[in-house]
């Protein structure tokens, strides 16, 4: 079924000006799944002037009418979830269970924002005298532009439209060009709620660059939030910098999962599987490195290929696919070079490592791979690598093991496995990382906070902290 869809401005789903729209495909087959207008900046100023307009009455509302109104997104999205996964593996690819269970973790920001939308308290700050009394407010930042990638084509944008509807801000949501129809259905939805004119809108293009600087540009935006590379995370912070405008960016990561001599193994094995192959490696939080205790390398890495092997690769929606297609060409690229690179490095391929790409459809799958005796120059170790490739190096010492881990710019997630209570507190406090998932390859959920320190990110999405990116405090002096 082909889905077709336009830009919604101010409570409109209308052509870009310039009348333009791009297809929509399908990385698993190369089919043509949708056709979506093609904003360009004039598109944006429009979702501006739009978001802007509806500010003033949407930030005044009683919260519990926000929160009403996200409530009901909620539940239609969840009334609708199998919908919406089918959109989103045709779309991105990834396995429909996967796909149902996105969508579930997507609902889940909303819900918790509906309820959060209710406890954005201020505070009366004791005064030094007698006839003054002093208040704190919090306050929505105002329009916001929230830039969100293919990877997670609805939950990137719930943890960012619910902060920020339940704030009281107004959003202009850029999606990933090549997966917008997920957003466009989601909009569809929060309209359905109840949402004003103007307060949500969404501009996708082709032409992301433009819309992006478009955006950045207006003052009138005073909040970017980003889901990204770091390298474009680099350079959208410098262009908000112009107008300075609050800023959230999740960007790379480089995760390690450290696997110490008291693990279960097993258990292990199964988590560092479920860590990486999610999304078929294509996570900002997956397990891009694994770092094993010498006294139990082989045993691990013969448990793990054991569970890699059980893995099928295929079109997400056939039953039992665990493993769907990369997302494009150049992705593929990047994991080959990754993959090649280790093995010329001396590396063991002890399963998977190719690449079965069909140029013409654009349709390109990476087997699921383990590579044991990674050498330290090896760019897999140092590069985030984004697809189905897991890398073990064995360590000698806890010691060796953090600094293995710390060794990077990065500082997103990072993972280990032990069965020691103490050593799981010490390790977990020394890695310069945003999240640690302690026996937990699996930690994101809508309640917690996430986010990177270092080259990966500002700012935190997720739970009581998600909220705060989306709020300014003014402070208030009154003299009776
Ligand atoms: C991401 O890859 O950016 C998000 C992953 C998650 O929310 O777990």
Known sequence: MLREYGLYIDGQWRAARGGETFPVHNPATGEVVGQVADARAEDALDAVEAATRAFPEWASRPAKERSEILRRAYDLMVAHRDELAEIMTREQGKPL????????????????????????????????????????????????????????????????????????????????????????????????????????????????????????????????????????GKILMRKAADTVKRISLELGGHAPFLVFEDADIERAAREVAASKFRNAGQTCVCTNRVYVHESIADTFTAALADVVRGLK??????????????????????????????????????????????????VHFFEPTILANVQDDSVILHEETFGPVVPVQVFRTEEEAVAKANGT???????????????????SEQLEYGIVGVNDGLPSVAQAPFGGVKESGLGREGGKYGIEEYLEVKYVSIRL
Not at 140 to 166: D, E, S
Not at 169 to 180: L, M, R
């Open 313 to 362: 690769m295929g079109n997400g929606l056939e039953p039992g696919v665990q493993i769907g297609p990369l997302i494009d060409g150049a992705a593929a690229e990047k994991v080959d070079r990754h993959v090649q690179d280790a093995v010329d490095k001396g590396a063991t391929l002890v399963l998977g490592g190719r690449r079965h790409s069909d140029v013409d459809r654009g």
């Open 97 to 232: 269970e996967e796909a149902r269970g996105e969508v579930q973790y997507a609902a889940d920001f909303i819900l918790w924002y509906s309820e959060e939308a209710k406890r954005v308290y201020g505070e009366a700050i004791p005064a030094s005298h007698a006839d003054k009394r002093l208040l704190a407010l919090r306050q929505p930042v105002g329009v916001v532009a929230a830039i969100t990638p293919w990877n997670f084509p609805a939950a990137m944008i719930t943890r960012k439209i619910g902060p920020a509807l339940a704030a009281g801000c107004t959003v202009i949501v850029k999606p990933a060009e090549q997966t917008p129809l997920t957003a466009c259905r989601l909009v569809d939805l929060f309209e359905e709620a109840g949402l004003p004119a103007g307060v949500l809108n969404l501009v996708a293009t082709t032409q992301p660059q433009a819309v992006g600087d478009a955006l950045l540009a207006d003052a009138r935006v005073r909040k970017l939030t980003f889901t990204g590379s770091t390298e474009v």
């Open 409 to 427: 710019p990065y500082g997103l997630a990072a993972y280990l496995y032990t069965r020691d209570l103490s050593r799981a507190i010490r390790v």
